[in-house]
């Protein structure tokens, strides 16, 4: 999971769903960013969380493509345990 640190969604939380190159990946957030149109974004403008969410990687790893609100869901369930804020981008413990 990671967090923009820049442009128009500054502060949401994303999945990674493809690493283009050492320097672009594609990031869904399953609502907005669909995984039909992830976000190709620049890693200098992401932070890393170092969390996972495990049920679209269970999907990745199979060959499949997530759908939206599993990405959606993950994304909610992080969230929600407070870990990360995915407003400010914060990480916390």
Known sequence: MVIS???????????????????YLSISDGDLRKIENPKKKNVCHLHFTHLRADD????LH?????ANHIIKKN????????IISGEGGLVSG
Request: aromatic content about 2%; some cysteine; charged content about 40%.
């Open 5 to 23: 640190k820049s442009g128009r969604d500054r502060g949401k939380a994303f999945v990674v769903v493809k690493v283009i190159n050492d320097r």
């Open 56 to 59: 679209v990687l269970d999907c």
């Open 75 to 82: 994304i909610k369930r992080i969230l929600d345990k407070g």
């Open 62 to 66: 199979k060959g499949e493509i997530p």
